[in-house]
């Protein structure tokens, strides 16, 4: 079964291409966690069940020799558009179904799979047209470029076989064997790659820092898959998609740097990321391309996971270093940096999941292929995690550069319900927003950091006219005061300051020194804090504060919520022209503040009222509004 | 040598840690809380932030010095980020300056002053986890406690014992033991280096100044003090005598202005311990006895045995530290007269040690209360004495001689030298020459060398701090090393750095130790077995010398 040698793995790629190659009816499930949380597993399992409930032959891995006539049922890495999930792909079809659940299935197995059907109602229909072949013509998928995600609804998420028979490890071939470790070093610095995580350090730089350093006992390559930011969900995508990829990115680091320890420091809450990528470490083990004398060039790599337990600031470098070490999770003071000093104090290269996936196609195809994507100073691509009031959220991969206008009205399809578009949220809580004016901003490092603001990991949170910027502030307060670590004072005594003034803001307790004093406090956490957590933990705040100033004066001043979200700014009023009188709501206020008579518009007196939404909840025709 | 400009001023360095010391080096005072020289740096309380040329802002401690760096440490900005970092630390403080122990010498009172703190503009949320006084020897209230983390990296880092710890993070951090035990059921050890460190209130030596009173002013029983050695040069540095001007006669005259009835020189029993240890060593030797032997006077040393290392008592020896066998020879002196005995040292282990069961002959107690060197100057000042000014008064009769051996007790290394004075017996200036050259001085953190006195070769180590004592432990029980005599003292360079001492630099700490030798000095006897009141001493314990001088601690007979 190991693979000991190039000439083994050729071979044996040849033949799990042929076998893959030769399954020609195929049902790929999304098995991505947003799919899996919707329910596709018991699709998945449901599948395989009917199946044989029909007598029909049915393969769920690869097998050892090409099988014509088989179903093979397989589950796959995201297919992209969460928001239709659980989906499915029908092969030989390329035929989607959307929203599926289990009880479709004897229904697709019958009409699809045994003769060719469509089944139409669990086909994609948007405005009245058809999308059959989702990831073809959907207008979600133009525009992307999925490169980095090229395996993810095409193969099996948990086979290294398919890995190896689509592709996968040949660039550890060409890094083992034709190339020497300085060759990969430029090759990588000449592709432009910039860490994916958020800073977008170029990756070459980082690694040549490494290699120059000598191996005293021993370096280490370290993958940051913690994934912290809330409503990021791009590595955890790639790790249980097509988690080979980025252990050959990986192994391929190891031996430009000249590492043969590394680990995966993966957070906790994504159990099925860790199981994906345990899977795959066992896989890749067991055929040699992990561990010793990998392939017979006498080179060893091997990884461990190292799970991380609930804390945000362990994404960051440092902290992430010592967490791995046992040690409590706080960051170290810098310098010295990780490449000089990281885990265990040795030399250490930090990359992000997707930085090291990215890796292979760089070396297999070259850093020219590489740069003809994206810009100038940010080659390649990036994946986003498209969310909030956006009709298809899910993660999209598209070049460095692509505006926000695309990707919010194009590829998103626009905002929901036809709501009006106010600013969308990029970087998580170390990032700010951007708003109308920024709509043609091309996304790349230089750029967004220069309309000051940045890429962060990728996550994208649209926003309506619906949404306070206030609260959301606040709401990204609160998130970095719980996940402080609570080293230095900046943070841990200033950024809750900040938060409980945003509260008394929200509750309508505001003051317009608030306002300064949040700033005067902001001023110092960015400047005085010891890591990038607090350094970066004023950016919502300030970065709403300079676009939406209006929304809180309001806030402050009038003690009015614009948006209608702040509860405690809100008042509940019946709008007389719509009011029909049924005394609905008058009868179900638990404090007795609606007065009216049968079929005469009701009234709510503003002082008495609590503001439950009791009325407005039950009002049959919509009458009650929040202002 | 290297130049940096700082604020404009040309520093030279050579080997510097940071910047922060390149500028404490050359005069300039970069304010800090969370830094010492002592422990590894960790760039947490941000009030050391300094400025580049590029603007660029960055903590002192962390930064790396270069040759030809420009930085300022007085900036506009740079003065509202201090402000706004003291701000922040007052709002989740207990601010109740004028009734707090540390009033006077608290850093963070120091900081607001310095930098003109008038308001604190955020309400005020300070800590309500309760005071833990469960210790005789250390207080801990977190009310006060800024979560600078030093007392963490002090009981970790130099002490190896790790008895206190963070918890929890984020606002929710606090300073607890593990598990939240009471600091009496943990692993602490008394040391008081944790307080020592603690920049503000939250960790103080417990304070005890009310008991004494009471027993000077009680009028049906006399008091009776003894000073330990390292007292002497623990408390001129607070009336601006250098630390290394011993001051006993002038601590003598206050004591007795104080209306203290007897004032004693604990000197005189660590001759006395000297007697009785070097005869108990060389039994061992004679014996074939498991060796090394190990030192007993120091308390937090035997509470560290107690706690970690319980198989290697049998090895420590039996006799009773300097303080205990003053409290027996006072309580036989004494006998039948109502009397407070009371002992000023330099340590807070030994308020504990007084409080040991073991502590009691004859069905009395030997020490009744301890007070510190802190707890002194607190009484001089209380009472407004000119201390600078006093006379010096010698101790009292029949307790007054002692000779320089036991006045080294008050260093690491000066048990063991004051052993090898005596067992060399001669104190002609060229044997004190080369004693004094064999290896046993000087204040690193483990000493190991061989002194020969007749046919004899003896392998001596001594360790200060209760990490190196680990080190060495482990050496010896390794078989890695072997001793005939080992020295521990649990405070980092020995009882002139102990927990009930002024907290001091490391240079202070090197004036104190040059202090206790010009005192060595100044004796006209330099080696125990010469004291002339030793003959005295044994008549008066009547046979029973090794009952009452001697404690056999629990884990002695495994």
Redesign the interface.
Known sequence: MRFNNVNDFKTAQKQFSAILGAEKNKVLVCSGTGCMAAGSKAVYERFIEVLKEEGLPVSVAMEKEPHEGYFNVKKCGCIGCCELGPLVRIDPYDLFYAHVTADDVPEIVEKTLKNGEVVDRLVVDEDGVSYPHLTTDFPFYKGQVRNLMEHCGNISAESIEEYIAAGGYNALCKALFEMTPEAIVEEVSASGLRGRGGAGFPAGKKWSQVAALPADPVKYVVCNADEGDPGAFMDCSVMEGDPHRMIEGMIICALAVGSEVGYIYVRAEYPQAVARLSLAIEQARAYGLLGENILGSGKNFDLSLSKGAGAFVCGEGSALANSIEGKRGTPRPKPPRLVDKGVFDRPTVLNNVETFANVPMIIEKGAAWYTSVGTEGSPGTKTFSLTGNIKHTGLIEVPMGTTLRTIIYDIGGGLKEDRVFKAVQIGGPSGGCLTEQHLDLPLDFDSVKQAGAIIGSGGLVVMGTDTCMVEIARFFMNFTKKESCGKCTTCREGVPRIQAILERITMGQGKMEDLDMMKELADTIKTCSLCGLGKTAPNPVLSTMRYFKDEYIAHVQDKRCPAGVCKDLCIFRIDQSKCIGCTKCARNCPVDAISGSLKQPHHIDVDKCIKCGTCKAGCPVHAIEEV | MKHMIIDGVSCEFEKARNVLEVAQANGIDIPNLCYCENLS???????C?VEDERGA?E?A??M?PKDGLVIKTNTA?LR??RR??LE??L??HRVECTTCDQSGSCKLQEYANRYGIHQV???NDYSKIPKDETSPSIVRDPSKC??C?KCVRMCAEVQNISAID?C??????YISCGFGLNMIDTSCVGCGQCAAVCPTGALTVKNEVGKMWDMIYDPGKKVAVQIAPAVRVGVGEEFGIPASTPVIGKIVTALKMMGVDYVFDTSLTADLTIMEESAEFFEKLKNGDKLPMFTSCCPGWIKHIEKTYPQIMPQVSTCGSPMEMFGALIRQQYKGEPLYSVAAMPCSAKKMEAARPELEKDGERLIDLVITSQEIVRMIREVGIDFAKLPDTAPDEPFAPYTGGGVIFGVTGGVTEAVIRKVLGDTSDATMASVAECGVRGLDGIKAFEVTAGDTTLRIAVANGLGNADKLIEKVESGEEAFDFIEVMACPDGCIGGGGQPPACNARKEERYQGIFEADKECALRSSEQNPALDGIYKLLNGRAHELLHIHYPDHNR
Do not use: E, N, Q
């Not at chain 2, 740096?41 to 009030?47: A, P």
């Not at chain 2, 929890?168 to 951090?173: E, T």
């Open positions: 740096i960790y760039g947490g309380c941000r009030m932030v802002v903590a401690c962390t790396r900005r509202k980020h706004m970092i922040l630390l709002a989740s503009r955020f309400p800024i979560l983390g963070i929890h993070r984020g606002k929710d951090s």
